[in-house]
């Protein structure tokens, strides 16, 4: 009986490694959270890894982008972002009480389109909020020179950028602010997990004042909220980190199979130049929707179920007034992310390309 094969599957540590971690807290009566020793051994581990000036760990990704828009004091305003992401980067805008304004995207790597960013800006716009795709960078020197032309912030959610190097740099050091996500899903995970990532001293000073309720012992500085991380995450992460380049490594492997395998079959997005790309996803496109329909049904037969991603297109959302992305809605209308992940057997992975291939190839 073949074992359900899905998009992505958690990676776990040796859990003799992580409960070592928990013994220690319990025999010896350690803090579980408020900013304690794994936690703090975590922030530093990764931003060294990263190279970044100022890191912030926090609960989750999505609470990571709500206080980058609030330590840059955005509220009330329109902030400039894309329709192909995942519903967290737009519930952040809206969760701020600012509007969000779709830009469409690029055909090659589907980040945000700069050349289309200068018509959308208005008055009120005061920041753009753009995401790196499937870890892939967006034009990150031409949204830098329209921020400054027109004095916007910038935001990345780089929630899918972990480990992605551009032109030699983490891909999470551009912009104001760049947000990441560490959810039990993603290539590095924490369980539940995220950072705010800066290099400017006085965001990293807000973020840690607004993720500890706006006070610092007995001062209280302003409204703040709740997104400090538990001992027991950061354990988990501390595990994880150890397994990184083999996680690397074996996710290239798997890209490159794929990638073998299925050129000429379905379209997939040429590597990017000066990117050092992290392979946490490999998309496709299908020639149109009802050739993905087609293909999900044919591998959902052999327990193989890969994911729609991002879809649908976000400018599309009901309780939005629509915006027309014809690009992104395009796109979203007929890409798909292929099973994924370190623990993945070649033989499936082959195995997944010999099924599409029987149904696609001419
Ligand atoms: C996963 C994800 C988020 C949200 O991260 P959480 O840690 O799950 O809150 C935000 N943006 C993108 C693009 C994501 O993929």
Known sequence: ????????????PDKAKYFSYLENIFDNNLPLTNNAN????LENTLKNFLQVPYFQYVTNGTIAIQLAIHALGLENCEIITTPFTYVATINSILWEKCTPVFVDIKTDNFTIDPDKIEEKITSKTKAILAVHVFGF????????????????????????????KYEGKSLLSYGDISTCSFHATKLFHTIEGGAVITSSQELYDKCGLLKQFGHSSDTYYCVGINAKQSEFHAAMGLCNIEYLSEILVKRRDITEIYRAELQNIVEIPEKQENLRLNHGYFPVLFKDEAELLHIFNVLAKENIFPRRYFYPSLNTLLFLSYQPCPISEDIASRIACLPLYPQLAHADVYRICSLIKKELAS
């Open 38 to 41: 794994l936690v703090i051994t």
């Open 137 to 164: 960078a967006c034009d990150v020197h031409k949204i830098q020179a329209i921020a400054d032309k027109y004095s916007l912030k910038v935001i990345y959610d780089g929630a899918h950028a972990f480990t992605s």
């Open 1 to 12: 009986m073949n074992n359900k094969i899905f998009v992505t599957k958690s990676f776990l």
